[in-house]
């Protein structure tokens, strides 16, 4: 009890003492504190503006642009090394070193592998809302009497038929307004051109910088955009219906074809089912044969998802 006695006692002189310290030397701590906080202001306003390294500069511009600004590139880097150690460990146990090495590097670049799927799927959906977008943003542009802060607020609370791009507009709004430096500007738009990948939203990037940094007039530029985009879609529509033969006879006919080659080998040339099977898999002419017949069937498939699926763009 008296030991209990003893530190509760100590305890009150020593925080008494401490408290009479603060209280006389109250002003040099505050003094001293501000110069602390300045020189880390300081400090943070370099590290801020400072040009970064390539690949954290494209990390971080992907990141923002599929997550927000959930998550940080370094942060990021800091759970990928943990999840290839992790991984690592836990594959040493069943598997040889370079085996396991192999695995949990595969895994920690799985993460990113993700966020490019993610961005790339957000690119092309972005890019055939453009004609709309854009379309949207002059009116706001010219209700607004050439005001761009109102447009683009205006422009990102329209998510009907512009989701993805009203959002990254949303986002660019809120890292420009308020900010006097160009620097950070030209951050904020190239991001929404990152985002979306096209000449157009390229184009809208350099033009909202423009309104932002000098107060440029931008509605001819605008207007000029839109004109491309309508252009541009129906050049897309006349590319669709010129490939559509073609896409019919890779997906259907082609598919038919075979499978009439094998009717007509078991039927008119008198070969068994399974005698036909045998030579198209276990056989190795065959199974050559068979293996190319199958692998340009995929080129072509992919290939006419590429020609008929691309972003939309001028």
């Known amino acids: 009890m008296r030991e209990v006695a003893a530190i509760v006692i100590g305890g009150f002189l020593y925080s008494a003492v401490l ?5 006389l030397f109250y002003e040099d701590i505050v003094g001293l504190s501000r110069v602390l906080r300045v020189r880390g202001r300081l400090s943070a306003a370099r590290k801020r503006y400072s040009d970064e390294d390539a690949f ?4 971080g511009m992907v990141l923002q642009a599929t997550l927000g600004s959930r998550m940080k590139s370094a942060h990021f880097l800091w759970l990928s090394g943990l999840l290839f150690f992790g991984v690592c460990v ?4 069943s598997m040889a070193v370079p085996s396991a090495v192999a695995t949990a590097l595969a895994c920690a670049v799985l993460p990113y592998t993700v966020l490019r799927v ?7 959906r972005s890019s055939y809302e453009g004609e709309a977008f854009v379309g949207n943003f002059l009116s706001a542009y010219r209700i607004s009497s050439c005001n761009i802060f109102e447009a683009m607020e205006k422009t990102g609370k329209q998510k009907e038929k512009t989701k993805n791009c009203s959002e990254l507009m949303v986002r660019i709004l809120l890292e420009i307004r308020g900010s006097a430096n160009h620097a950070e500007i030209s951050r904020a738009t190239g991001k929404f051109a990152y985002a979306i990948n096209t000449n157009w939203s390229r184009m809208l990037a350099y033009n909202i910088k423009l309104a932002v940094t000098k107060g440029t007039n931008i509605s001819l530029a605008l207007e000029d955009i839109l004109i491309q985009l309508r252009e541009a879609k129906a050049a897309s529509e006349e590319r669709k219906r010129v490939n559509a033969e073609a896409a019919r006879i ?3 006919f082609i598919p038919a074809l075979y499978c009439l080659s094998v009717f007509m080998s078991v039927r008119q040339v008198g070969i068994s089912l399974e005698r036909y099977i045998y030579n198209q898999i276990f056989t190795a002419q065959g199974f050559m044969m068979f293996t190319a017949a199958v692998l340009l069937f995929v080129m072509n498939l992919v290939l006419l998802e590429l020609v008929n699926n691309q972003q939309f763009d001028y």
């Open 118 to 124: 993610k961005l790339e799927i957000i690119r092309k």
């Open 90 to 93: 836990v594959a040493q146990r």
């Open 19 to 23: 408290g009479g310290y603060m209280l």
């Open 56 to 59: 954290s500069k494209h990390l």
């Open 250 to 252: 890779v997906k259907f």
